[in-house]
Each structure stands twice: as C-alpha cells, then as structure tokens.
C-alpha cells in the first residue's frame, strides 16, 4: 500500500484548491461576467404578470434573440431569481446573467415613451393609451366621465379632464395605472400651462376653460403650427363683433363623424353648432396641443373675419363678406375639378377590368 509523502499531500491539497478556485471563478464570470444573449444592442421584454423560469424562456423565444437555454435556467436556479415581476424591461446584450436576472426579479422596470397626440377625442385617446400601456381602454374611458373621482377632485367635467390631456411624449412606467398616467398628463398641462402663462391667463378676457375650447377649435381647423395665430385672431375678432364663429370643425363634432361637411350640415341643430349657436360652444371639441393653447393667448392682431380652405392644406383670408365669397368659389371649382379627375380615373379603371 502506498502512502503519501507529506510533499504529495501537500501538492494534492493544492491542486483541489486550485480546482475549487478555479470551479468558482468559471461560476462566477457565468454568473456575473457572461452576457445572457449574443444579439448586438438592447431589447425589450414585456412581461404580462409575474412569471417563472419557463415563462421568461418563452418570452425569449418569441423575441428571436440567441440565448442558451440550459445555462439561463442553471444561473436563475443558481441565483435564486426564479420568478420575475410584470413590467417593462430594457436588456442589454452586455447584461450579465446576475444583472438581467436580478432586474427582473426585483421588478426595476424601465420607463418608455407614451405619446398623446393632439386634436383626438376621448374614445380614441383611450384606446391611443391602452395600445401603449398595459391598461384597458374602458378604465381610461371612465376616468373621462363626468362622474369620476379625479374629475370631481379636479372640478373638471370629464369633458374638461379629457381636454387637458396634453399632447407630448411622456416617460411612463408600462404597468402604470390609468389614474396615475392621467395624473401625470393632467400635472404637466398644469406646469406648462396654467403655471407658465398665470399672467397671460389672467389677463385674457377669456377664461381658462374658454380659452381651451377655442383652442380646440383651431386644433381641428388648423394643418400647420404657423397658421394657428392666424386663425385664433380670425375667431377672436368674430366674437369682438358678436359675430358666430362659424367653425366648420364645431359642426364636424356635431354630427359625430369626420367628413366633407354638406349644406345641410350647417343647419343640423346642436349646442356646438357654432353657425347655430353664437359665441363658443359648451365645451372642448378636442385636446389642443401647446401651439394651439399660445395661439389663444397671443393671437395674431389683424382685420380678418372670415377663411376658406385653400388645395395646400393652408386657408386664404379674407376682411370682407365679398372677398370671401369670390374665396369659396375658387375654392368649390377646385373641388369640383378635382372630382370630375376622380371620376375619369375610375371610369378608365373599370374600363381597362
């Protein structure tokens, strides 16, 4: 039988060291040093509620990234992040398994862009929002009705809650409540609104709801930022002279639907038909964005009282009824140039069938 020099022991003892050390370093550079994927760049991972192990590897998959399965489910068992809060994640491919793991299991999710565009009504906006958060449209919808806990708290109409919903682009957590997202909105029209223009507000003979409304109605009325002034001070100069404002988008609210408006449209009887009522409407027709808002409170000063739409999207002014007039005929022969070449491509479409 061979017995082990005190030398053999000691060079045997060394070399299971040297295997322990280096069995750690190997677990320790996979754990905190390897990336989980090969793909170049970041990746989102969206996670419905909270999910295990085998959950995250589907979600994985269905992202078409390269990752190794086997080793992800070693260091989640390793680590002891087996399950993984709902949110939105921003990864890295320069994550390590430690880092990717850990994010998820203690929920630190990453804000994303949520966009509110201008001049939607409530219904869309709700649905604008649901597509981009994880909410339901109808949660967003009720929190728009008059009766409401924030409107009440506000002492808002949901109409008037709606409106203010500020078009920008917001950093927002994807699990964010609709409460919480609309408090948010709601919280930046106040700073860059109400706050930022309390003397112009203050000093405007319109008040803050009015001047909301009206700019909702250039909102719609308007294709360009640089127009805007133009036409607020157009309207403003209506309601100087106790004239009806005449929008055409007012009576576009009216009927329910976005189209070319008909003769008969002008007559439909309605308390935001504005070529039926005189001076603004009840409330808001839509969410204005910031230009529009500036342009109720620094309106261009001018002589204008009446617009017509013009082929380039813009609208051509006029101080009399008379200009006006020989305006809209211009403009009604354009129309119906532009139909009768509509008409002639359609007859040689079905022709060439």
């Given at each position: 039988?061979?017995?082990?020099?005190?030398?053999?022991?000691?060079?045997l003892f060394l070399l299971l060291v040297a295997v322990f050390i280096s069995t750690l370093l190997s677990?320790?550079?996979?754990?905190?040093?390897?990336?989980?994927?090969?793909?170049?760049?970041?990746?989102?991972?969206?996670?419905?509620?909270?999910?295990?192990?085998?959950?995250?590897?589907?979600?994985?998959?269905?992202?078409?990234?390269?990752?190794?399965?086997?080793?992800?489910?070693?260091?989640?068992?390793?680590?002891?992040?087996?399950?993984?809060?709902?949110?939105?994640?921003?990864?890295?491919?320069?994550?390590?398994?430690?880092?990717?793991?850990?994010?998820?299991?203690?929920?630190?999710?990453?804000?994303?862009?949520?966009?509110?565009?201008?001049?939607?009504?409530?219904?869309?906006?709700?649905?604008?929002?649901?597509?981009?958060?994880?909410?339901?449209?109808?949660?967003?919808?009720?929190?728009?009705?008059?009766?409401?806990?924030?409107?009440?708290?506000?002492?808002?109409?949901?109409?008037?809650?709606?409106?203010?919903?500020?078009?920008?682009?917001?950093?927002?957590?994807?699990?964010?409540?609709?409460?919480?997202?609309?408090?948010?909105?709601?919280?930046?029209?106040?700073?860059?609104?109400?706050?930022?223009?309390?003397?112009?507000?203050?000093?405007?003979?319109?008040?803050?709801?009015?001047?909301?409304?009206?700019?909702?109605?250039?909102?719609?009325?308007?294709?360009?930022?640089?127009?805007?002034?133009?036409?607020?001070?157009?309207?403003?100069?209506?309601?100087?002279?106790?004239?009806?404002?005449?929008?055409?988008?007012?009576?576009?609210?009216?009927?329910?639907?976005?189209?070319?408006?008909?003769?008969?449209?002008?007559?439909?009887?309605?308390?935001?038909?504005?070529?039926?009522?005189?001076?603004?409407?009840?409330?808001?027709?839509?969410?204005?964005?910031?230009?529009?808002i500036q342009a109720i409170l620094f309106p261009e000063e001018h002589d204008y009282l009446y617009m017509?739409?013009?082929?380039?999207?813009?609208?051509?002014?006029?101080?009399?009824?008379?200009?006006?007039?020989?305006a809209s005929e211009e403009w009604r022969r354009w129309l119906r140039e532009q139909y009768r070449i509509?008409?002639?491509?359609?007859?040689?479409?079905?022709?060439?069938?």
């Amino acid at each position: 039988m061979h017995h082990f020099s005190k030398k053999e022991i000691t060079a045997l003892f060394l070399l299971l060291v040297a295997v322990f050390i280096s069995t750690l370093l190997s677990r320790h550079t996979r754990l905190y040093s390897t990336s989980i994927i090969t793909t170049s760049g970041s990746f989102e991972v969206f996670l419905d509620e909270t999910t295990r192990v085998e959950g995250l590897i589907e979600e994985l998959k269905g992202l078409e990234i390269d990752f190794r399965q086997e080793e992800l489910v070693w260091a989640a068992n390793t680590l002891g992040w087996r399950n993984y809060q709902s949110g939105r994640y921003l990864l890295s491919s320069e994550d390590s398994y430690s880092e990717f793991l850990s994010k998820l299991g203690r929920g630190i999710q990453d804000p994303g862009p949520v966009t509110i565009l201008p001049g939607l009504d409530a219904d869309r906006l709700s649905r604008n929002l649901s597509r981009q958060l994880r909410s339901d449209s109808l949660l967003f919808r009720q929190i728009f009705q008059d009766s409401s806990e924030i409107a009440l708290e506000f002492g808002l109409t949901g109409e008037q809650l709606f409106s203010r919903m500020l078009p920008e682009t917001y950093e927002m957590y994807w699990t964010s409540s609709p409460e919480r997202v609309v408090r948010r909105i709601y919280s930046e029209f106040e700073r860059a609104v109400v706050e930022r223009y309390e003397n112009e507000i203050e000093e405007n003979p319109l008040n803050l709801d009015e001047i909301i409304t009206l700019a909702s109605i250039v909102e719609w009325e308007a294709r360009f930022n640089e127009e805007k002034p133009k036409i607020s001070g157009l309207y403003l100069n209506r309601l100087e002279r106790n004239m009806r404002l005449q929008a055409d988008p007012t009576v576009l609210y009216a009927l329910g639907e976005r189209r070319r408006l008909l003769y008969e449209d002008y007559e439909f009887d309605h308390p935001y038909n504005t070529y039926q009522i005189s001076g603004l409407p009840p409330g808001p027709i839509t969410n204005p964005d910031l230009n529009s808002i500036q342009a109720i409170l620094f309106p261009e000063e001018h002589d204008y009282l009446y617009m017509v739409a013009t082929p380039e999207g813009t609208h051509r002014f006029s101080e009399s009824f008379s200009e006006h007039q020989q305006a809209s005929e211009e403009w009604r022969r354009w129309l119906r140039e532009q139909y009768r070449i509509k008409r002639e491509r359609e007859q040689e479409a079905a022709s060439d069938t």
